[in-house]
């Protein structure tokens, strides 16, 4: 671990890399060698990206609740077997999901 200029704690590893580039089939790679990376390998090259760098600790953040992660992923399971089925379908958008649960339950976090 290394500490950054707002002294948060930053795992050296492939996914806080500043050499990390995601493709456009969301597959993480090294710039530098053009080879896929896991997100915890970690090589000599590895410098600290910028988004790491700029992290700073909240003194209060917000969590979002189980029940909306899950309802998430069942949307997006559902999306999945349509499309598998060839179904030519448009996947929801996410603010979508938010609205759509917000207005069953009145918040996607834990505390609001």
Not at 17 to 37: A, P
Not at 52 to 70: P, V
Request: glycine share 6%.
């Amino acid at each position: 671990m290394v500490i950054n200029d707002n002294y948060v704690r930053v795992k050296e590893c492939c996914a806080s890399c500043m050499n990390k580039q995601i493709d456009e089939l969301g597959v993480r790679k090294c710039l530098l060698t053009g080879k896929r990376v896991r997100g915890r390998g970690l090589c000599e090259d590895w410098y600290m990206s910028e988004d790491m760098k700029a992290i700073h600790h909240h003194t209060h953040g917000r969590i979002k609740s189980r029940a909306y992660q899950l309802y998430v992923m069942k949307v997006r399971e559902d999306e999945d077997k349509l499309m598998n089925q060839g179904m030519p379908i448009t996947p929801v958008d996410v603010e979508i999901i938010r609205r759509d649960f917000k207005a069953m339950n009145g918040t996607i976090f834990i505390k609001d």
